[in-house]
C-alpha cells in the first residue's frame, strides 16, 4: 500500500502527492460541518450507512460519530471509508495534537489507534458503540468493485479534482451509484463541470449550494439507475426484517454469529445436542489461530490472511485478547518455496524458512466461546439434539426427545461435523474429518506457538498441548495411542534430546471441510431454480444473469475446517451482512469463493451440466 506524504505548512496539512491541503486548522471542523458531517439528515431507520472517498485522517468519521451519540438515531451507524495512502499510526495523533483537535477528539481516536491495522490492501472493521466502522486501504478505483452496500449518503472527500481526476470520473461515479440507495445525498466541496456531467449520466440530480469560503458546491441526491448484474447467482438478495432467529450449533461459528446478532439488537437462541457449550472441535483446552502461507495471488491464501488478521482484531477489540505471535515452519521445498514468494508480505516476518506472525495468537477455544456466550445474552439450549424443521413464515424446529420450538423469523445452520448429515445440495460435498490433539505434562517454555508438521501451543499451569492427527477415513470418537505416537514424531524438530514429553492424555473431535477448502457461508439458494435459470451459463457468462432465489431466511456457516476460529468471525460478519442490509466487510472476489452455490456454478460455467 501507497505511504501518505504529508507535511505542515501554516498549520494545514498539505499532501505533497496531490499538491493540495488536507484542510487548515482553523477552518477543518467547521468546512468539513458545512460539506460534509452536517449536511445531511439522519433519518430513524434502524441503520444508517455513510459511506467516503478519502478518509484522509478520519475528522469526517469522528465528526460523524460525535453527531450519532448527540441525536441517538438512527439506532446503528455503519461508515464505509475508502483510503489509499497509509498514515502511520503515531503520526496520526501528532496531527491532532497539531491541529489543536486531539483532546476532543481523544477517546474515538485512541480506540481507533489501538486497532490500527498495518499498511496492507484490505477491509478492517472497527467496533464502536452501536457503530461499525469499515475502513478500506487499497486505490479506490480498484477496490470500489470490490464493496457491496446501499450508502444513505456519500462523501466525495479527497483532492481537489484536477489533480485527483480519477476519483470523480464516469467509471467512479457509476461505482457510486451502484452503492446508493434511492434517495441517497452525495456532498463534494466540488462543483466541477464534469462531476455535475458524471452523477446526472449515472441517475444523480444535481442541487448546488453556496460553498465553504467558495461560490458553490453540489449536493446530489440519488434517483435510479439500471446496473446488470453478470454474477447475479452470487448477488445477494434483500429480504423482510426478523427478529427472533435460532442458531443450530454452539461452537466458534454458532457463538460468534449470535455476538455479532446481538449487536444488532436480535433475538437470539442457540440449540445444541451436546451436555455443554462447545462441546466439539471448539472445546478444546489450547488452540492457535494462524494463517496460511501459500504464494501471492492464490485466493486461498489470501482469504487465510483475510481472515487471520481480521480475527486477530476481533478478539483484541472485543475480548481484549493480545497477540503473543505464532511461529510458522516450513520443513518442505515447497512450502520454502511460498515463504520466498511472501518476504515482502507485512503479515509475516519471513527469514529463510521461518514465519513470525506477531499478529497470531495462543488461544483457549472453550475461554474464548465462553465469553462470545455471554456477552451476546443469547439464550442456550443444550441436549436439544436437531432433526428437521418445517416452515411456514416461521420455522418451527424438531428435536429428539424434546419439545418443539416455534416461531423463529430465521434459522442458521451452524453445525460443525454434523453438517454432512444435513444438508444435501448435489455437488457440495462436505467431509468429517477426525482429529486428536494430545495433552503432556509442561515440557517446552515457548513464548508463542509454533507450527510445522505438527504444533505446539504455549504451556498452561498443568499441560501442554500438541498436535493434532487428520484423518479422513477413521470415525472413532475413541483415543488412539498410535496417533498420540504420531503427533510426538510430527513435533520432534521443537525438542531436544534430553526433553521427552509425558503424555496425560488425549482429545477427539471432529471438523468438518468442504472440498475446495474455503467455508460455506451464506443464505440457502434454491437449487432446482439455479439449475434451470443458469443452465446455459456457459454460452452467457459474460451476459446479465436473472435474479437469484434463495429458500426463505435459512443460513449457514459450515466448512471451517481446522482454522475455524478465524475464518468464523468473517462468517459471522458476512451473514449479519446478509440479514440485516449492511456493508459486507469482505471483498466480494471472497464471496464467490465462500458462497453455498459455488459448487454448482462452476459446473454450469464449464457446460458441465
Given at each position: 500500500?501507497?505511504k501518505a506524504?504529508?507535511?505542515?505548512?501554516q498549520?494545514?496539512?498539505?499532501s505533497k502527492?496531490?499538491d493540495?491541503?488536507?484542510?487548515?486548522?482553523?477552518?477543518?471542523?467547521?468546512?468539513s460541518?458545512?460539506?460534509y458531517t452536517r449536511?445531511?439528515e439522519?433519518?430513524d431507520?434502524q441503520?444508517f450507512?455513510?459511506?467516503?472517498?478519502g478518509?484522509g485522517?478520519g475528522?469526517?468519521?469522528?465528526?460523524c460519530l460525535?453527531?450519532?451519540y448527540?441525536?441517538k438515531?438512527?439506532?446503528r451507524?455503519?461508515?464505509?471509508?475508502?483510503?489509499?495512502?497509509y498514515i502511520?499510526k503515531?503520526e496520526l495523533?501528532?496531527?491532532y495534537?497539531?491541529?489543536?483537535f486531539?483532546?476532543?477528539?481523544k477517546?474515538?481516536?485512541?480506540h481507533?489507534?489501538?486497532f490500527?491495522p498495518k499498511?496492507?490492501?484490505?477491509?478492517?472493521?472497527?467496533y464502536?458503540r452501536d457503530c461499525?466502522?469499515?475502513?478500506?486501504?487499497?486505490?479506490a478505483t480498484k477496490?470500489?468493485k470490490?464493496l457491496?452496500?446501499?450508502?444513505?449518503?456519500?462523501?466525495?472527500?479527497?483532492f481537489n479534482?484536477?489533480?485527483?481526476?480519477?476519483?470523480?470520473?464516469?467509471?467512479m461515479?457509476k461505482?457510486?451509484a451502484r452503492l446508493?440507495?434511492?434517495?441517497a445525498?452525495?456532498h463534494?466541496f466540488s462543483?466541477s463541470?464534469?462531476l455535475q456531467k458524471?452523477?446526472?449520466?449515472f441517475?444523480?440530480?444535481i442541487?448546488?449550494?453556496?460553498?465553504?469560503?467558495?461560490r458553490?458546491?453540489?449536493i446530489?441526491?440519488?434517483d435510479n439507475?439500471?446496473?446488470?448484474?453478470t454474477?447475479?447467482y452470487?448477488?445477494?438478495l434483500?429480504?423482510?426484517k426478523?427478529?427472533?432467529?435460532?442458531i443450530i450449533?454452539?461452537g466458534i461459528?454458532g457463538l460468534s454469529?449470535?455476538?455479532?446478532?446481538?449487536l444488532?439488537?436480535?433475538?437470539?437462541?442457540?440449540?445444541?445436542?451436546k451436555d455443554?457449550?462447545?462441546d466439539g472441535a471448539s472445546?478444546?483446552?489450547?488452540?492457535?489461530l494462524?494463517?496460511l502461507?501459500?504464494?501471492k495471488?492464490v485466493?486461498l491464501g489470501?482469504?487465510?490472511?483475510?481472515?487471520?488478521?481480521?480475527?486477530?482484531r476481533?478478539?483484541?477489540?472485543?475480548l481484549?485478547?493480545k497477540p503473543?505471535?505464532?511461529l510458522?515452519?516450513?520443513?518442505n521445498d515447497l512450502?520454502?518455496?511460498?515463504?520466498f514468494?511472501?518476504?515482502d508480505n507485512?503479515?509475516?516476518?519471513?527469514?529463510e524458512?521461518k514465519?513470525?506472525?506477531?499478529?497470531?495468537?495462543s488461544l483457549k477455544p472453550r475461554?474464548i466461546?465462553k465469553?462470545?456466550?455471554e456477552?451476546s445474552?443469547?439464550?442456550?439450549h443444550?441436549?436439544?439434539e436437531?432433526i428437521a424443521?418445517?416452515?411456514?413464515n416461521t420455522f418451527?424446529l424438531?428435536f429428539?426427545?424434546?419439545?418443539e420450538?416455534k416461531?423463529?423469523?430465521?434459522l442458521?445452520?451452524?453445525l460443525?461435523s454434523?453438517?454432512?448429515?444435513?444438508?444435501n445440495?448435489e455437488?457440495?460435498?462436505?467431509?468429517k474429518?477426525?482429529?486428536?490433539l494430545s495433552?503432556?505434562?509442561?515440557?517446552l517454555?515457548?513464548?508463542f506457538a509454533?507450527?510445522s508438521k505438527g504444533?505446539?501451543c504455549v504451556?498452561e499451569?498443568d499441560?501442554q498441548?500438541?498436535?493434532?492427527?487428520y484423518?479422513?477415513t477413521?470415525s472413532s470418537?475413541e483415543?488412539?495411542?498410535?496417533?498420540?505416537?504420531n503427533?510426538l514424531e510430527?513435533i520432534?524438530e521443537?525438542?531436544?534430546?534430553?526433553?521427552v514429553?509425558?503424555?496425560i492424555?488425549s482429545?477427539?473431535?471432529?471438523r468438518s471441510?468442504?472440498?475446495?477448502?474455503?467455508m460455506?457461508?451464506?443464505a440457502?439458494?434454491?437449487e432446482?431454480?439455479?439449475k434451470?435459470n443458469?443452465k446455459k451459463?456457459?454460452?452467457t457468462k459474460n451476459?446479465?444473469?436473472?435474479?437469484a432465489?434463495?429458500?426463505?431466511?435459512?443460513?449457514l456457516?459450515?466448512?471451517?475446517g481446522?482454522?475455524?476460529?478465524?475464518s468464523?468471525?468473517?462468517a459471522a460478519?458476512?451473514?449479519?451482512?446478509?440479514?440485516?442490509?449492511?456493508?459486507l466487510?469482505?471483498?466480494?472476489k471472497f464471496?464467490?469463493q465462500?458462497?453455498?452455490?459455488r459448487?454448482?456454478i462452476?459446473?454450469?460455467?464449464?457446460g458441465l451440466?
Open positions: 500500500m501507497k506524504d504529508i507535511e505542515f505548512r498549520n494545514c496539512i498539505y502527492i496531490f493540495d491541503i488536507y484542510f487548515d486548522s482553523e477552518d477543518g471542523i467547521k468546512e460541518k458545512f460539506v449536511a445531511f439522519f433519518n431507520n441503520d450507512i455513510i459511506a467516503e472517498l478518509f485522517i475528522l469526517n468519521f469522528f465528526l460525535e453527531r450519532f448527540e441525536e438515531i438512527p439506532k451507524l455503519f461508515y464505509v471509508s475508502l483510503e489509499g495512502f502511520e503515531n495523533r501528532d496531527i495534537k497539531k491541529l489543536g486531539y483532546d476532543r477528539f477517546e474515538y481516536l485512541e481507533f489507534l489501538a490500527y499498511a496492507k490492501d484490505g477491509i478492517y472493521r472497527f464502536f461499525f466502522l469499515d475502513l478500506v486501504f487499497s486505490d477496490m470500489i470490490e457491496d452496500f446501499k450508502a444513505d449518503v456519500w462523501f466525495l472527500d479527497g479534482p484536477k489533480n485527483n481526476k480519477e476519483l470523480f470520473d464516469d467509471f461515479i461505482e457510486i446508493s440507495k434511492k434517495g445525498s452525495l463534494t462543483a463541470t464534469s458524471s452523477l446526472k449520466k441517475g444523480f440530480h442541487e448546488k449550494k453556496k460553498g465553504f469560503k467558495k458553490e458546491m453540489i446530489a441526491k440519488f439507475f439500471d446496473f446488470d448484474d454474477k447475479a452470487f448477488t445477494r434483500y429480504q423482510n426478523a427478529q427472533k432467529i435460532a450449533g454452539s461459528a454469529l449470535a455476538y455479532e446478532l446481538s444488532r439488537n436480535f433475538d437470539v437462541e442457540i440449540f445444541d445436542k455443554k457449550i462447545s472445546g478444546n483446552e489450547s488452540g492457535i494462524s494463517s502461507i501459500l504464494k495471488g485466493l489470501e482469504f487465510s490472511e483475510f481472515s487471520f488478521y481480521e480475527a486477530s476481533f478478539y483484541r477489540q472485543i481484549a485478547l503473543d505471535g505464532v510458522e515452519i516450513a520443513h512450502m520454502k518455496d511460498r515463504f514468494n511472501q518476504k507485512i503479515l509475516f516476518k519471513i527469514n524458512n514465519a513470525f506472525l506477531e499478529d497470531g495468537l475461554q466461546c465469553a462470545l456466550f456477552k445474552g443469547a439464550k442456550l443444550l441436549k436439544h436437531f424443521f418445517s416452515y411456514e418451527t424438531k429428539k426427545n424434546q419439545s420450538r416461531g423463529f423469523d430465521i442458521i445452520y451452524a460443525g454434523d453438517s454432512k448429515d444435513f444438508i445440495y455437488f457440495m460435498k462436505l467431509s474429518v477426525r482429529g486428536q495433552l503432556a505434562k509442561p515440557f517454555d515457548n513464548r509454533l507450527s504444533y505446539v504451556k499451569k499441560f498441548v500438541f498436535g493434532a492427527s484423518d479422513r477413521n470418537k483415543p488412539s495411542m498410535q496417533d498420540d505416537k503427533n510430527n520432534k521443537f525438542l531436544t534430546d534430553d526433553i514429553p509425558e503424555i492424555g482429545r477427539v473431535s471432529f471441510y468442504s472440498s475446495d477448502r474455503f460455506i457461508a451464506g440457502f439458494y434454491d432446482n431454480f439455479y434451470e443458469y451459463l456457459f454460452w451476459k446479465a444473469q436473472k435474479k432465489k434463495n429458500l426463505p431466511n435459512l443460513y456457516s459450515i466448512a471451517h481446522s482454522r475455524a476460529f478465524a468464523a468471525i468473517i460478519r458476512y451473514i449479519c451482512a446478509l440479514i440485516n442490509n449492511e456493508p466487510g469482505i471483498e466480494k464471496v464467490e465462500i458462497h453455498p452455490a459448487f454448482l462452476r459446473k454450469l460455467r464449464k451440466l
